[in-house]
């Protein structure tokens, strides 16, 4: 039971279809993780292991910390720059090998940082699915100019061959900073006309929208309501975004509540 459990806005509970928190762990020890997840991991849906961060920690602690987010009912997995190394080292029998042996069941597959091509990512995103993952892609660049020439109606394209060559969900890259890529200006402000627009071609439901800084969570809880899909969230801001999602904060207390 909550406190003043008669004033909290029901959500749906997990396993969830839909309003979806992706948070990002940038390296947290096991105790420290596992201590965040009991008084929060009801809120976490997925689990991404951030970057290369795996390979420069000890095996037998990232195991148990898969083990341990998954018997919160959370899916971990490893992070799409992870995947790019092994594409460009040519070791992508081995990574998916090793991603299983480590006890994941969810892998991302990105090309943000690489020159993979179109056909080469939707051929891995096929592999995964064979193979028994649960995929999820990102559809952006890394470096802001490169970002910068990808059109909105290539977006839009990209975003839907991959989810029918096999993605689960894709993600909309924005980065840890969220700002001055994809769908956000150099404030970090959401470009409203673009997200209308990809609203209309892409399945809302299969979207998760990266957004690591609290004005741009607002932004589309405001605007798509508080089951809408949400990533790169930070460990630190996890109770906060729930909090924002059931409007127990003057952010959205009157979307949520009237």
Request: aromatic residues 10%.
């Amino acid at each position: 039971m909550k406190c003043f459990e008669f004033l909290l806005p029901s959500r749906e509970e997990k396993p969830r279809n839909k309003g979806f928190t992706m948070v990002l762990d940038k390296g947290l020890g096991f105790e420290t993780a596992k201590n965040l997840m009991e008084i929060s991991g009801e809120y976490v849906d997925f689990l991404k292991f951030g970057w290369g961060t795996i390979i420069v920690h000890d095996e037998e602690i990232i195991k148990r910390k898969v083990k341990m987010y998954k018997s919160f009912g959370i899916i971990p997995y490893t992070g799409g720059t992870l995947f790019e190394i092994a594409y460009i080292k040519k070791e992508i029998p081995k990574f998916f090998k090793e991603a299983k042996e480590i006890g994941f069941e969810a892998i991302e597959i990105s090309d943000g940082s690489t020159d993979m091509t179109e056909k080469e990512k939707l051929e891995f995103i096929s592999e995964a699915k064979e193979k028994g993952f649960y995929v999820l892609s990102e559809v952006g660049k890394k470096d802001p100019q490169a970002d910068a020439e990808i059109t909105i109606e290539k977006r839009i394209e990209l975003v839907n061959s991959e989810l029918k060559a096999g993605s689960d969900m894709v993600i909309i890259e924005a980065r840890e900073g969220g700002k001055n890529i994809g769908i956000y200006d150099e404030k970090g402000t959401a470009k409203e006309e673009e997200v209308d627009y990809l609203l209309k071609h892409i399945p809302e439901e299969k979207i998760i929208w990266e957004a690591p800084n609290k004005d741009q969570q607002v932004y589309f809880i405001l605007k798509l309501g508080k089951e809408v899909n949400l990533g790169n969230i930070s460990t630190d801001d996890i109770t906060s975004l729930e909090t924002i999602r059931r409007g127990l904060r003057g952010d959205t207390i009157e979307k949520i509540n009237s």
